[in-house]
């Protein structure tokens, strides 16, 4: 096997990178951030990065390895402005049409971050011809396509980290992919008896496949199973953001929110955490909710003016789950679903037709999860209430 090194920021990137927009305090007394530490290990990696690249500007290694622990940081931490750091390094090969490998590869990782996909992709495609061997390419690539939903496609680029990278990270691809195209069952007893396999793997992967793990047992409808992985998540180590994302819906829809409440009250500043708390606030019936649902309104305002439109899932939930506007929020999940069909997209489109009472609005989703196969039991009475008395 090739010595390789992955990172699987990938596989959770476009939901861990949900970032804020500014955010005005509501007097000069409040606490806006707590800074980072200078003696926090991962900011004195940075300083010692960034001396390096000051004294050797054209240091692709450096800089790319900077890059990479940026990017990193934007997944665990939830702070977009990593994301700009991450691309300031890359500053004088950005622009390239043929960058180095290291740095079209970072490249694709940041355009997705953006949902320029099809940019992503030709990024991806074009160090594939360089470098058929190139893993963290071919697991970016993978990703990409699953969000578009193009299952095929995205097995294939799984296929080949059989002779490239750990098979634990082989297996969690290809069973990431069967889970959501008509295999739950068999891809989920496949990624647990590979891990039960390999109980020595890496924390950040650990923390990945537990997650995959939750999320699986959950469309299953076996509720234990996934709490039991989300709690095996979280006590690992400080979850990232699409960690906490993930484990708060399990509980949302649980009636669980004052645990959602005590788990998200300090992570307000991703815009999708927000969503959480705000949703759980309003069903412990905090009188902190309807504060936290207008910053969040206010931050989708800011967000729709600069023209920024990746976040348009969350902002559908907004509208629909805090507002009540069936109407607005099927329109932003008709536009989400034209980028993205994860099953989180699918869930949001039928919520919001089935509450504008819009078969017709839903018969596009409906026809993709019976070519997919995706099984879900959150969407079942969904499917049942669009379907009923009539096909859609």
Same mark, same amino acid.
């Given at each position: 096997?090739?010595?390789?090194?992955?990172?699987? *920021?990938a @596989?959770?990137?476009?939901?861990?990178c949900a970032g804020?927009?500014?955010?005005?305090?509501r007097?000069?007394?409040?606490?806006? %951030?707590?800074?980072?530490?200078?003696?926090?290990? *991962?900011?004195?990696e940075?300083?010692?990065?960034?001396?390096?690249?000051?004294?050797r500007?054209?240091?692709?290694?450096?800089?790319?390895?900077l890059?990479?622990?940026?990017?990193? $940081?934007?997944?665990?931490?939830?702070?977009?402005?990593?994301?700009?750091?991450a691309?300031?390094? #890359?500053?004088?090969?950005? +622009?390239?049409?043929?960058?180095?490998v290291?740095?079209? &590869?970072?490249?694709?990782?940041?355009?997705?971050?953006?949902?320029? @996909?099809?940019?992503?992709?030709?990024?991806?495609?074009?160090?594939?011809?360089?470098?058929?061997?190139?893993?963290?390419?071919?697991?970016t690539?993978?990703t990409? #396509?699953?969000?578009?939903?193009?299952? +095929?496609?995205?097995?294939?680029?799984?296929?080949?980290?059989? !002779?490239?990278?750990? %098979?634990?990270?082989?297996?969690?691809?290809?069973?990431? &992919?069967a889970?959501?195209?008509g295999?739950?069952?068999?891809?989920?007893a496949?990624?647990?008896?590979?891990?039960?396999?390999?109980?020595?793997?890496?924390?950040?992967?650990?923390?990945?496949?537990?997650t995959l793990?939750? $999320?699986? !047992?959950?469309?299953?409808?076996?509720?234990?199973?996934?709490?039991?992985?989300?709690?095996?998540?979280?006590a690992? %180590?400080?979850?990232?953001?699409?960690?906490?994302?993930?484990?708060?819906?399990? #509980?949302l829809?649980?009636?669980?929110?004052?645990?959602?409440?005590?788990?998200?009250?300090?992570?307000?500043?991703v815009?999708?955490?927000l969503l959480?708390?705000?949703?759980?606030?309003?069903?412990?019936?905090?009188?902190?909710?309807?504060?936290?649902?207008?910053?969040?309104?206010?931050? @989708?305002? +800011?967000?729709?003016?600069?023209?920024?439109t990746?976040?348009?899932?969350?902002?559908?939930?907004? $509208?629909?789950? #805090?507002?009540?506007?069936?109407?607005?929020?099927?329109?932003?999940a008709?536009?989400?679903w034209?980028?993205?069909? $994860? =099953?989180a997209? &699918?869930?949001?489109?039928? %919520?919001?037709?089935?509450?504008?009472?819009?078969?017709?609005? *839903?018969?596009?989703?409906?026809a993709w999860?019976?070519?997919?196969?995706?099984?879900?039991?959150?969407?079942?009475?969904?499917? =049942?209430?669009?379907?009923?008395?009539?096909?859609?």
């Amino acid at each position: 096997m090739r010595c390789i090194t992955l990172t699987i *920021a990938a @596989f959770m990137f476009l939901a861990a990178c949900a970032g804020a927009a500014p955010y005005e305090p509501r007097d000069g007394r409040q606490i806006v %951030e707590h800074l980072p530490s200078r003696n926090d290990p *991962a900011q004195r990696e940075f300083q010692r990065l960034r001396k390096l690249l000051a004294a050797r500007p054209d240091d692709v290694d450096t800089a790319s390895e900077l890059a990479q622990k940026y990017i990193n $940081e934007a997944r665990n931490d939830g702070d977009p402005r990593y994301l700009g750091y991450a691309q300031a390094v #890359l500053a004088q090969w950005w +622009a390239q049409a043929e960058p180095p490998v290291k740095v079209r &590869v970072l490249r694709a990782t940041l355009l997705q971050s953006t949902h320029q @996909f099809p940019a992503a992709l030709a990024d991806l495609n074009a160090v594939l011809k360089q470098d058929r061997d190139n893993a963290q390419a071919w697991l970016t690539r993978a990703t990409v #396509l699953q969000v578009q939903g193009q299952y +095929a496609q995205a097995k294939n680029s799984c296929m080949h980290l059989y !002779s490239l990278a750990p %098979e634990l990270v082989t297996v969690t691809c290809l069973s990431n &992919v069967a889970n959501l195209s008509g295999d739950a069952a068999h891809s989920y007893a496949l990624l647990t008896d590979a891990y039960q396999r390999d109980p020595a793997a890496d924390t950040g992967i650990r923390i990945w496949v537990m997650t995959l793990l939750a $999320e699986m !047992s959950a469309r299953r409808g076996d509720n234990a199973a996934a709490d039991q992985w989300y709690r095996q998540a979280m006590a690992l %180590e400080s979850p990232d953001s699409y960690l906490l994302g993930s484990y708060a819906d399990f #509980l949302l829809d649980r009636k669980r929110a004052a645990e959602v409440v005590t788990l998200l009250k300090d992570k307000t500043r991703v815009d999708a955490l927000l969503l959480r708390y705000a949703l759980a606030l309003r069903a412990v019936g905090a009188a902190e909710a309807k504060e936290q649902s207008l910053a969040l309104g206010q931050r @989708f305002d +800011a967000a729709m003016m600069r023209g920024d439109t990746v976040h348009q899932r969350e902002q559908a939930r907004y $509208e629909l789950q #805090l507002k009540g506007n069936a109407t607005a929020a099927l329109k932003l999940a008709q536009l989400n679903w034209e980028v993205q069909k $994860e =099953a989180a997209d &699918v869930r949001i489109y039928l %919520e919001a037709a089935v509450a504008a009472n819009n078969r017709q609005a *839903a018969a596009p989703v409906l026809a993709w999860i019976r070519q997919n196969g995706l099984q879900d039991a959150a969407l079942a009475p969904l499917i =049942a209430r669009l379907t009923a008395n009539g096909n859609a």
